[in-house]
C-alpha cells in the first residue's frame, strides 16, 4: 500500500506552490512526461498531472458537470453506475502517473472527487488543505475565467465545504497561502514534520530550492476585515471563512465542520451553468474541432508552400539537366563527326598504300 500526500484546496489558492514545496523535500510527484505545461496564468507551473486531471474531467463529465459547477453529492456518490467504466481505468492511469510508493498528488478537482479514489486506490492518504482568502481567489478567478465574483464565491463555497466533509476523519494539514508566501522555510519545517508524523518520508532542501517561491506573482490582496465587510459575501460564507481559520493547524483527524446549511443561492448559480453544461460543452468541443481543423489548415498551408519550393527546386534541377542533356548531345554530334572524319580518313590511307600495287 502506498503512502499518498493529497494537496487540496480551491483553484487559483495556492496548492501548486505547496506542492512544488513538498516535492522538493523529496517527495515524488508526476512523472515528468506528464506534466500539465506552465501558462501565462501560472507560470512556475502547476504541478499537476495532465492525465489524472482529464481523469477527473471525465468524473465531471459523467456527473453531468464540470470543475466549475460541481454538483450536490449523496453519500457513496462515488459507487454510482455511470461511473463504473472510470474505476479500473482509474487505477491504471494513476499507476502511470504516479508509480511511487509515497508520493505526493495536486488537484482541487479532488476537494470533489476525492471519494472516487479513495474507492480506487491502495492508498494511507495524507492531506495538506490550502486555504485562501475568498476575495482573492474571485479576483484571480474572474481574470482568468472570468466567472464573475457572485459565482466565484459561491465555487469557493462549494469547493471548501466539500473538501472539509470529505477530509473529516483524515490526517490533515490545514494551511493558508499567506503562510507559504510569508515564509516559505518554516511552512517547508512544518508540513515536514507533519508529514513525518504520519509516514511520509521528507528530506533536506536543496539550495535554491525556495527560489521557486516567488511573491510577485500574488496580484490580490485581502484581509479577513474586507471579507467579513463585503456584502457580495454571505452570511453562510463568512461562517465558513470562520471554520477554516479555526481549523489551521496539524490535525491527526480532521473534525467534522460544524457549519449551517449552504447558502441557497450558491446551489442556484451552479445549477444553472450545469444546465447550460451540454451547450457549452458543445460549444467548447466545436471550438476545439475547429481549433484542430485551423492548426491541420495551416500545417497543410506549410506542406503546401514546402512542396511548392520542392517544386521550384526541381524545376531548377530539371533545367539543369536539360542544358547538360543539350551539352552532351552536342558533344555526342561532335564525336559522331569526327567518327566520319576518322573513317574517311582511313578509307584514304587505305587507298592510298593499295594504289602503287595498281
Not at 542544358?323 to 561532335?334: G, K, M, N
Request: aromatic share 8%; with cysteine; glycine share 6%.
Amino acid at each position: 500500500m502506498s503512502r499518498g500526500v493529497f494537496v487540496l484546496g480551491m483553484h487559483r489558492s495556492g496548492t501548486s506552490v505547496a506542492t512544488r514545496l513538498v516535492n522538493l523535500r523529496g517527495v515524488p510527484t508526476v512523472v515528468e512526461g506528464d506534466l500539465l505545461p506552465r501558462t501565462a496564468d501560472n507560470p512556475r507551473g502547476y504541478w499537476e498531472s495532465e492525465s489524472l486531471t482529464a481523469l477527473n474531467d471525465r468524473i465531471f463529465a459523467a456527473l453531468e458537470s464540470d470543475w466549475s459547477c460541481p454538483p450536490e453529492l449523496a453519500p457513496g456518490w462515488e459507487r454510482g453506475l455511470s461511473l463504473d467504466s472510470l474505476r479500473s481505468e482509474a487505477k491504471e492511469v494513476f499507476a502511470r502517473a504516479i508509480p511511487f510508493e509515497q508520493w505526493v498528488w495536486k488537484d482541487p478537482r479532488n476537494c470533489i472527487t476525492l471519494p472516487f479514489w479513495l474507492g480506487c486506490l491502495e492508498v494511507e492518504p495524507v492531506v495538506v488543505l490550502v486555504h485562501r482568502n475568498p476575495l482573492e481567489i474571485a479576483a484571480s478567478l474572474t481574470a482568468r475565467d472570468d466567472l464573475g465574483k457572485l459565482y466565484c464565491l459561491a465555487l469557493w463555497e462549494r469547493y471548501l465545504r466539500r473538501g472539509l466533509d470529505v477530509l473529516s476523519g483524515l490526517p490533515t494539514l490545514v494551511t493558508t497561502y499567506d503562510e507559504i508566501l510569508g515564509d516559505p522555510r518554516a511552512w517547508c519545517a512544518d508540513a515536514s514534520a507533519f508529514l513525518g508524523s504520519h509516514g511520509v518520508v521528507t528530506g533536506e532542501l536543496a539550495a535554491g530550492a525556495l527560489d521557486y517561491v516567488d511573491t510577485k506573482l500574488r496580484h490580490a490582496r485581502f484581509s479577513r476585515e474586507d471579507v467579513i465587510a463585503d456584502p457580495a459575501v454571505s452570511k453562510v460564507q463568512r461562517e465558513l471563512l470562520v471554520v477554516l481559520e479555526g481549523f489551521r493547524g496539524a490535525h491527526d483527524a480532521l473534525p467534522a465542520p460544524d457549519l449551517p446549511p449552504e447558502t441557497p443561492t450558491t446551489e442556484a448559480l451552479l445549477a444553472e451553468r450545469r444546465r447550460l453544461y451540454p451547450r457549452d460543452r458543445e460549444h467548447r468541443e466545436l471550438g476545439e474541432y475547429s481549433r484542430s481543423l485551423g492548426e491541420q489548415f495551416v500545417e497543410l498551408q506549410r506542406y503546401s508552400e514546402d512542396l511548392g519550393e520542392q517544386f521550384v527546386e526541381l524545376q531548377r534541377y530539371s533545367e539543369k539537366l536539360g542544358e547538360q542533356f543539350l551539352e552532351l548531345q552536342r558533344y555526342s554530334d561532335d564525336l559522331g563527326q569526327r567518327f566520319l572524319a576518322l573513317e574517311a580518313y582511313a578509307r584514304e590511307l587505305q587507298e592510298s598504300r593499295e594504289s602503287p600495287l595498281r
